[in-house]
Nanobody, 123 residues
């Protein structure tokens, strides 16, 4: 059974940095892709960054140049380095994994989710 556990959230001031990690287990082969999503209070859960089976990253426009998604070779750990954080980045951040295909920045493509880690950026 796939399990995802996030860590690394916290509170920072605008312009600060955080590094999120997701420990993954239970993958049965190498065809899983993974992503980070975020959900602010009262808003939908949205994709932020994803990495496909071949290690290619994708990002939403608002985080390009600020966030970097990466994964270790064994696909045991997914990380996202977040720099130059802004108050609008404040949200609960979720790690996700999927295998069925689809647009990797859309939640429907993912069947496995972590519990989330809170990121709060103050101005």
């Amino acid at each position: 059974q796939v399990q995802l556990v996030e860590s690394g959230g916290g509170s920072v001031q605008s312009g600060g940095s955080l590094r999120l990690s997701c420990a993954a287990s239970g993958f049965r082969d190498s065809r899983y892709y993974m992503g980070w999503f975020r959900q602010a209070p009262g808003k939908k859960r949205l994709g932020v960054a994803a990495i496909d089976c071949g290690g290619r990253p994708s990002y939403i426009d608002s985080v390009k140049g600020r966030f970097t998604i990466s994964q270790d070779n064994a696909k045991n750990t997914l990380t996202m380095q977040m720099n130059n954080l802004k108050p609008e980045d404040t949200a609960m951040y979720y790690c996700a994994a999927g295998r069925s295909g689809g647009l990797l920045l859309r939640s429907y493509a993912y069947g496995y989710w972590g519990q989330g880690t809170q990121v709060t950026v103050s101005s």
